[in-house]
């Protein structure tokens, strides 16, 4: 059953447009690659689907509602979950603070006590492997643990859809393992995704498939085994031709 929905988005920011005509399905319980070179739309998209940015053309549905145009705290509100290449964390909080934040915020009628949160936090933290930290101030968090924490931070919100940027960005070169084991947790949970990462080996080893954007056209749509063997990726993605 498709949980996502995006059909001729279209993005203009004056005379440069960044995504034309993108049409995709995202399936529940997918773990979707987004893939593409630097410039190629893939924050945008993202931008568009999570409501920082309304698109120039196009509608977006998300759990069979449009939410073309919606507030990104409505979206969330639906079940829709988001880090960033750039951690938002509140960095006066303590990690624990931060990742109870996100418990509370869930809506009214699931919302658990202050206690209950912080315990949720804890639990939370757990599965992210920042348990240690969770008294530290989020300021004082390296870029690896930045990401883990606004992780937990979005799976205590109870998203039925996570969209994570480039979530090994700021690991050490080891650390890559680390984080397809982190992605096989999040499918455990049954939780449905779509995933930006740098090192696109990172996703081809757990992704069940790729979108590759480039130049912001939906270049390719399947399994990784047809589309890291498409000649038409690898010339935009890894900057391969004919000469």
Known sequence: MAILEGRNLTM????????????????????????????????TLFDLISGHLTPSEGTIRFQGETITGRSPHHIARLGLGRTYQIPRPFPALTVRENVAVGALFRGASHSPSRIHAQREAERFLEIVGLPDKAGALASTLSLGDLKRLELALALATRPALLLLDELAAGLPPGGREEVISLYGKLRARGLTIVA??????TLTQVADRILVLDQGSLIADGPPEVVLTSRRVAEAYLGENDT
Do not use: M, Q, W, Y
Request: proline share 3%; net charge positive; charged share 20%.
């Open 196 to 201: 930006i990462e740098h090192d696109f080996r």
């Open 12 to 43: 203009r920011f004056g005379g440069l447009i960044a995504l034309k005509n993108v049409t995709f399905t995202i399936t529940s319980n997918e773990l979707v690659a987004l893939l593409g070179p630097n410039g190629s739309g893939k924050t």
